[in-house]
């Protein structure tokens, strides 16, 4: 048995910890949030759910299909992604993608992530700053000072930046900080500020969420979230507005994370343009929104993958997450840490044996 840290406890470090815990290994996970889920996020504001991070999530291999079920309360019952260019027009979309089943999970898609997270040793609010070589293994410092290993295998799961930075600053083999840093460069993200907006009256639509095809539109993505179990008291309305990178970029302090307008209290005016932008996707006027809450996420979704030392590790050090593929889906995650524990478990095997 190897002790093994893994850094992040989004949907790719805790599908690697599942399985380095099932292969017998001792795993500690690191998460400098106060929950596990990473960019799988529901917000609760009053009898609300608000998936701020992913939306729904594609199962297209057996493996994630059986993870799905396993999960136990998984639905498939959203209405067709509808798509939008950026002058605002609207159609029905790629039939092929509607008829692929979208799960989502009742009051919430953390479900997913507390599914994944359960039996697992996690450390929250425990952000690590740095790694120290420590005999063949490494020590995992955090930011409070703590010091915890050592580790035989340290697994980096944060978004590319953020692991860099760990990276970076760690007291590691040069050589083997280099080649990482390298590889982890070419990952780039979109930022996204994501926008609840809760009505008094539901609209009757042909669509769960539209997309927008050609990125020229300030909304990305515009979805009924009441269409989900769970996410909106009856006969009211959530719309979810993630918003687009340049959008998101010229609002960025304009809207903090939080909830606005509660108690009649005014609304900021980036919450009031988002209103007005997703009201005129939907085509009918639902009124003057009951409150808005705003997620902010700097590293929202990968578009550019890493270089291929992320996909093997060096000396100890491995990497995974959706920068890994370079894409923001949260079955390619899954399967990144999946893959990343194989790794990690064949390189312990060669050291045991060897
Ligand atoms: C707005 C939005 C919409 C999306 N929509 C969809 C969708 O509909 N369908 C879909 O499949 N995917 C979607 N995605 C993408 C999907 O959520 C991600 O691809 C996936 O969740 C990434 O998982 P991960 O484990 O790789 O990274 P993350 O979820 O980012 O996990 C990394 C974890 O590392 C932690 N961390 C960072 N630094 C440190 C540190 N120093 N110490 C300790 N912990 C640290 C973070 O807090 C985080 O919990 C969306 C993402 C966003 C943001």
Not at 256 to 273: D, H, N, Q, S, V
């Amino acid at each position: 048995m190897a002790q093994i840290a893994i850094i992040g406890a989004g949907v790719a470090g805790l599908a690697a910890g599942r399985e380095l815990v099932r292969s017998g290994h001792s795993v500690t996970i690191f998460e400098k949030s106060g929950s596990a889920g990473g960019r799988v996020a529901t917000q609760r504001v009053g009898g609300f759910a608000i998936d701020h991070g992913a939306q729904l999530v594609k199962a297209p291999t057996g493996r994630l299909q059986t993870l799905v079920e396993e999960t136990g309360e998984a639905d498939d019952l959203l209405g067709p992604v509808w798509i939008f260019d950026g002058d605002g027009r609207v159609n029905p979309g790629d039939p092929v993608f509607n008829v692929e089943p979208k799960w989502v999970w009742p009051g919430g898609n953390t479900a997913l992530s507390r599914h994944l997270s359960r039996g697992l040793n996690i450390h929250l609010e425990t952000a690590v700053a740095t790694l120290r070589r420590a005999g063949t293994g490494y020590e995992v410092l955090d930011d409070g000072g703590g010091v915890e290993g050592a580790f035989a295998a340290v697994l980096l799961t944060a978004p590319a930046p953020q692991s860099a930075a760990i990276l970076a600053a760690s007291d590691i083999e040069a050589s083997t900080r280099a080649e990482l840093l390298a590889a982890l460069a070419p990952a780039r993200y979109r930022r996204c500020l994501s926008v609840a907006l809760a009505y008094a009256r539901r609209p009757e639509l042909p669509w769960y969420a539209m997309v927008n095809i050609d990125r020229r539109h300030p909304i990305a993505w515009l979805a009924c979230e009441h269409d989900k179990a769970g996410r909106a008291p009856h006969g009211h309305a959530l719309l979810l507005a993630q918003m687009g990178p340049t959008w998101s970029e010229a609002h960025w302090e304009d809207l903090a994370k939080g909830t606005y307008g509660l108690g009649a209290a005014p609304l900021p005016e980036a919450a009031i343009e988002a209103h007005d932008l997703a009201l005129a996707l939907v085509g009918e006027d639902l009124g003057e929104p009951l409150w808005a809450d705003a997620h902010r996420w700097r590293y929202a979704l990968c578009d550019a993958p890493c270089g291929a030392a992320a996909l093997e590790g060096r000396d100890g050090l491995y990497l995974a997450g959706d920068m890994e593929r370079g894409q923001g889906r949260v079955h390619l995650a899954i399967e990144s840490g999946w893959a990343a524990a194989r790794r990690i478990m064949a390189s312990l095997g060669r050291e045991v044996y060897a």
